[in-house]
């Protein structure tokens, strides 16, 4: 039986189009290898704590803490470990002012500890926070600084985008930045043309984005032992801040350990004098 004419001049059309849906299908798989090739990789990075329940009934400290309550509930922990408080402290132990990014085609390269440049801020002057500036190496002495604002509040503003050349080792002025760049003890020149993006962080920014990215689980239902773990671009750096994070945390209970001695002693002290008066 032959196909009816309709279905005959259906099928000719699309036999006649064929390098059309090739095509799409050349460009559908390169567009895919090309997002994977330049995608930035994400890494997830963690550690574990022991969180060990006190158990001293048999000291005094103990028996305060059996009668005022329970003094290291795990979900407790798993709160102070996610607390702002105890994050802020990380960052500030870590001090993470600036952050480095290699300028590539697609996507820009983290350069945790490999910075290109040391930064020092003008004493008395304020840097601009969280917007990038491009610095492009112009020659062993030199550099061009570029500013160009991001959304619509900059541009409605007085601020300006700008490009400045500029001296290694002499300051930067400028209306929203004041800082010196000197290369590196021990490192070396980048080559002219090379380009990098500086931001000064602000802390409550680096604070809220940890606290998002960072997870606090038990291992098990009755498990004593907590896992952290944060997904990032950067390992390094996500590592360093899970490892200040815990020191910071067994710093946070040593010092309420001490706060609940000495407040342990000083009702002790407290009953034996009234006790003296009494006699």
């Not at 008395?124 to 570029?146: T, Y």
Request: contains cysteine.
């Amino acid at each position: 039986d032959e196909l009816p004419s309709s279905t005959k001049e259906y099928l000719y059309r699309f036999l006649s189009l064929w390098y059309w849906f090739a095509l799409s299908i050349i460009l559908g798989f390169g567009g895919g290898y090309l997002y994977y090739l330049y995608q930035q990789p994400v890494y997830q990075v963690g550690t574990t704590i022991l969180v060990k329940q006190d158990s001293q009934s048999n000291s005094i400290i103990g028996f305060f803490v059996e009668n005022w309550g329970t003094y290291s509930l795990i979900d407790n922990q798993i709160g102070i470990i996610k607390s702002y408080t105890l994050s802020q402290q990380t960052m500030q132990a870590l001090k993470w002012r600036v952050s480095w990014y290699k300028v590539g085609i697609f996507t820009h390269e983290g350069l945790y500890k490999s910075e290109p440049f040391d930064v020092a801020e003008t004493p008395g002057k304020q840097n601009m926070e969280g917007v990038p500036l491009v610095i492009k190496v112009l020659s062993p002495s030199s550099f061009m600084v570029s500013f160009e604002p991001q959304t619509k509040f900059y541009r409605k503003s007085p601020y300006a985008a700008f490009s400045k050349e500029c001296r290694f080792g002499v300051p930067v002025t400028t209306p929203l930045f004041h800082f010196t760049l000197t290369v590196k003890d021990g490192g070396s020149m980048p080559e002219a043309g090379a380009e990098f993006i500086l931001t000064f962080n602000n802390s409550d920014a680096l604070v809220g984005s940890y606290l998002g990215k960072l997870n606090v689980a038990k291992l098990s239902e009755n498990s004593e032992i907590l896992s952290l773990t944060v997904k990032g671009n950067e390992p390094m750096r996500d590592l360093d801040y899970l490892n200040e994070l815990t020191k910071t945390y067994i710093q946070y209970g040593l010092n309420e350990k001490n706060k609940t001695s000495e407040n342990a002693i000083r009702f002790i002290d407290l009953q034996l004098s009234s006790v003296g008066d009494s006699l």
